[in-house]
DNA sequence: ACAAGACTAGTCAAAATGCCCAACCGAACC
DNA sequence: GGTTCGGTTGGGCATTTTGACTAGTCTTGT
């Protein structure tokens, strides 16, 4: 069932940390910081590369500074039998940040970017002419009330 | 109103998709590769990295490579005059992923992590015993149908 | 007790970095 | 027209970092 992800371990979790200002700090560093030989840091650094554990760098550029500073939640109501065709057309949607399928009432739950109120009108119209959705509820986010972190479990 | 966030212009993005794969790719292979002078890019970095333009590197850290194979959305009714309280309170809880003040019905939208169906309802349940917090609605995520990206927006 | 794997501490040549420079370009301004 | 300004270029330079090794140590599971 699991995707046999490779789990990080506690000296995993203390180099990503040390990294987390500035993933471009030498491998030097990084190995007097955190008390390790260079030789085991950069070992773990290419294994954790390898791994898969880690997403693109470019998902840590803010939608903000791409002139995107208006983000949403639009639930969709899909017709079971086009969902691929509806993903497929999502995909290609460059303002839908990500997308999941939530248990329960709504099929999929989208998360969009937009420019201005008037531009997420815009995205929410593109989304509604997607293949097979049937029904779109668009919500924007008033605030970003804790922005997106993983601080929490690398430290636990 | 926008505090100030700086745009990224071409250059910008067209170094950011060639970090895209690893950001730790030396500066003179992203100058040939883009076909700009060395102190370019470097001067670019420098600022990028100065301008607040790009989160911390530990949100690529994928949660299911730290055991959080789980996540959902919680959904929470919140008392509004406890709501930095509530907010204080989250913040602490290392599986809250985000959180963001959707403009609707609910006050708060709560992406979490967990380790499994079980260790989720447990985090549910610390986030419904969080001061202020009125009443919550959990739905699990059956699947991530596009994984968080911003790759679009660079690319446009 | 042994083998396997990870870590250390050290070497080395090759490469990249940080920091200079003078020169150039285009746009904005007087 | 002329000028200043910010960003870019291509270059040089000393210093640091990298990648790829080595051999020895430590831990862990069998």
Redesign the interface.
Known sequence: M?PE????DETD?RI??A??????IPVMMLAQILGLARGTVQAR?EKL?A???????????????????V???VSAEVDQSLLNEA?AA??E????????????DTD??I?V?AKDPDDLYRVSEVIRLCPGIKRTST??????????????????
Do not use: W
Request: hydrophobic fraction near 45%; charge should be positive; aromatic fraction near 2%.
């Open positions: 699991t992800i490779h789990q990080l979790k990503l940390l990294m987390d200002p500035d993933p471009r650094l590369a791994s898969g554990a880690l997403r693109p760098n470019s998902i840590r550029v803010s939608p903000a500074a791409l002139g995107r500073g983000s949403a939640a993903i999502l995909r949607i460059p303002e839908v940040l990500d997308c999941v399928a939530p248990a329960g999929l739950l998360r970017a919500s924007m986010f008033l605030r970003e009330v804790i922005p997106y972190r993983t601080t929490g479990l690398l430290e636990e």
